[in-house]
């Protein structure tokens, strides 16, 4: 079944770093979809729930070396 | 303080005291090179300054390169690897702090400008006071369910949309609408989430709680709005993706030119295209959230930017730039009484929607007596509505779209409106009826011919009364050079007497629906960019052509907040000044971002060439120019 989940990074340095994470995380098994937005640091993922779960989400945000926080 | 609280103290503030750390150690290694001859250990800890403080640095351009988006970390890291490589430790040490000190002040600064949304979520009240089996509850404000009635005490926060149906008081709705002064609420009235009850207590059936409120729907849009990039934001980063590596490039052939690590390395560091990228969302965000706390949306970057560049308004006139509640000021019967007049119009006009109709009815019905439809009486009229008129259905009836209607009623042609319907059914108009026209037109008001049979048997003077903002709101977008246009269906003359009281420089009459669009068509050709104005539903066509569509009102009607490129939320039209000096401010203030960063760049980049900027005085500079367009774009959450 696909889900949506949401996280908030305030440290995004530059909309590179928002590009970063949004690779990582489209790389994540059962990501569907996802963007990243650098201005307003809101992180959307779509993915399969059978397959991932956004605790895996949030640890891939703080190995790229920032803090996500609940939406 | 035990160890948790430390551990939780250092991961709040771990970007603070790594830089802090790296900056003493920096000061440390670079006082101990100066004042003595220990070079060994003002090396070693200038490389435990640059180890300290590029630590996060390089695991972030790590996963850059891994995840193929080179970024500015990636050239700090190759500049101060460089650097070590080849001596240059003190360099190493202050572009790594360096870079460290400005990121951590960026963030701060780019961290507020991303909560500016905070303010408008903290409008919703946690908890609502429901009225449930006789019981007051408290309850959470999302458990609130649709139909139940919630109480909310003087003083509180209304934590649902909904009706009143019982109680008085005054409401703040400056959080939905912007509108500043408190609106009178009573029976019927309609209450929005996150405004606040002043005086007395209100009883409001909800119409929407939790997620499903105005408010809820604005804050989404914002945050909606804040992500569609403009035009500049997109080319800018297309650009940066191509810059980064071609900086690379650079650097490395200007070692196989030159021989010269440190001018290679310095240009590594000169050319992060940090202020560029950050400069466009940093105002652009600023000013959307700006904009949505003073009830103005604004759909998206790209919207604002277009509206940057307007340089004529539209108004459409009714219900825009008069409060869009006609009345009938004058009946006058060319041999018969004036109020049969009046009666006869409204028979025919009973089942047309147009706002005139709904005038002379509601006027007809005002009428103490039953005067032509032939059979009612005071008393019958006493019995159906309290002393006032009802009036009877005609037998039929024909809408000609911008004319007037054709009706027929106790076999009699009714023919109500204008010269020109009159002109296609060859009805002549005698020179009293045309006197009184042309008198009462002078004066702004629309004029309604009544035929019977196709007789001129009377007219009907009506007038929908300017808004008193609109000659200051027409003045202040005339000041900074804008022109103005109104736009009606009215005749020549009630638009010129109009458009003369609102001080409007051009006016268009006699306009179908379908000319308006054609109309703001022609001045997009002649080179124009448009703004109209309008209520957001019957201006739709208008709304859309428009390079912007300013919706007026459009608190409780979504579909305004869907049609139109802006929406006030509130029906103030003094908020239109606002918003366009609004956008032409956003505008200047991406090109002044733009154009710092570039000059930075150029400037940075010539005195590399020259020899007067070393790394890390490239770096300070480099740090210095994004931390200015931050807290020049961050000017436009004040403006």
């Known amino acids: ?71 | 303080m035990n160890k948790q609280s430390i551990t939780q103290y250092y991961r709040k503030h771990r970007k603070a005291i790594v830089t802090a750390t790296s900056g003493l150690l920096y000061g440390g290694g670079w006082s101990l090179g100066y004042l003595t001859s220990f070079d060994t250990a003002s090396a070693a800890i200038l490389v435990l300054a640059t180890i300290v403080g590029g630590y996060d640095i390089a695991k972030t351009a790590y996963h850059e390169v891994t995840n193929r988006t080179l970024g500015i970390k990636t050239l700090v890291t190759l500049a101060a690897i460089g650097a070590i490589v080849i001596g240059e430790y003190w360099e190493a040490a202050a572009v790594v702090f360096l870079f460290s000190l400005g990121s951590y002040l960026e963030g701060r600064t780019m961290r507020k400008t991303r909560t500016a949304l905070q303010e408008l979520l903290e409008m919703t009240p946690d908890t609502a006071t429901v009225r449930r089996d006789g019981e007051l509850q408290e309850v959470p404000a999302r458990e609130v369910e649709e139909g139940e009635v919630v109480i909310v005490k003087p003083g509180g926060k209304i934590p649902v949309d909904g009706i009143v149906v019982d109680g008085e008081s005054a409401v703040n709705q400056a959080p939905v609408t912007g509108e500043s002064a408190p609106i009178h609420k009573a029976d019927g009235d309609e209450v929005y989430a996150g405004t606040v009850n002043q005086e007395g207590a209100l009883d409001i059936r909800t119409t929407g709680a939790g997620s499903d409120t105005m408010l809820e729907r604005i804050i989404c849009r914002v945050e909606e709005a804040q992500e569609a990039q403009s035009p500049t934001e997109s080319l800018i980063d297309r650009f940066a993706k191509y810059y980064t590596p071609a900086v690379i490039v650079l650097a490395i052939g200007a070692y196989a030119v030159t021989q010269n690590a440190i001018l290679s390395l310095t240009l590594l560091v000169i050319g992060c295209p940090g202020a560029l990228v950050i400069g466009p969302p940093v105002s652009i965000v600023s000013a959307i959230g700006n904009a949505a706390r003073s009830g103005v949306l604004m759909k998206g970057g790209e919207h604002l930017e277009r509206a940057g560049k307007i340089d004529l308004v539209a108004f459409d006139k009714t219900g825009t730039l008069t409060k869009g509640e006609t009345t009938v000021t004058d009946v006058e019967g060319f041999g018969v009484a004036d109020d049969e007049v009046l009666s006869l119009a409204a028979t025919a006009e009973k089942k047309s929607e147009h706002h005139l109709a709904d005038a002379i009815v509601d006027a007809a019905r005002e009428q103490p007596t039953a005067a032509t439809d032939g059979g009612a009486t005071i008393a019958q009229a006493d019995d159906m509505d309290a002393g006032r008129q009802s009036t009877p259905d005609p037998d039929d009836f024909d809408v000609v779209a911008g004319k007037g209607v054709i009706a027929h009623a106790d076999g009699q042609e009714v023919v109500v409106g204008n010269r020109a319907l009159l002109d296609d059914r060859d009805i002549d108009v005698p020179s009293r009826v045309a006197d009184y026209v042309r008198e009462r037109e002078e004066r702004g008001e629309t004029v309604v011919h009544v035929v019977r049979d196709g007789d001129i048997i009377g007219a009907i003077a009506l007038r929908d009364e300017l808004r008193e903002a609109a000659p200051g709101v027409v003045a202040a977008l005339q000041d900074p050079g804008i022109e103005t246009v109104m736009l009606t269906g009215d005749n020549e003359r009630t638009a010129a007497a109009v458009a003369e009281e609102v001080g409007i420089d051009e006016y268009r009459a006699e306009l179908l629906p379908e000319d308006k669009q054609s109309v703001i068509e022609a001045y997009q050709a002649d080179g124009h960019v448009v703004a109209m104005v309008g209520d957001g539903i019957n201006d739709a066509p208008s709304l859309a052509t428009a390079d912007v569509g300013i919706a007026m009102g459009a608190a409780g009607t979504d579909t305004a907040i869907e049609t139109a490129d802006m929406a006030l939320m509130a029906d103030d039209l003094e908020r239109i000044p606002y918003a366009v000096k609004l956008s032409k401010a956003t505008r200047w203030n991406v090109l002044e971002n733009v154009g710092l960063a570039v000059l930075t760049v150029t400037v940075l980049l010539a005195g590399v060439l020259t020899s007067y900027v070393t790394l890390a005085s490239g770096m300070l500079v480099h740090e210095a120019s994004v931390l200015l367009v931050i807290l020049n774009g961050m000017r436009l959450l004040r403006y």
Do not use: K, W
């Open chain 1, 1 to 71: 079944m696909s889900d949506t989940t949401q996280f908030r990074v305030l440290d995004f340095d530059c909309p590179t770093c928002a590009s970063t994470v949004e690779r990582a995380l489209s790389n994540v098994d059962g990501v569907q979809h996802v963007e990243v937005h650098y201005a307003t640091g809101r992180v959307e993922i779509e993915y399969d729930d059978s397959v991932a779960t956004p605790d895996a989400f949030a640890e891939t945000i703080e190995n790229q070396g920032y803090t996500p926080q609940p939406a």
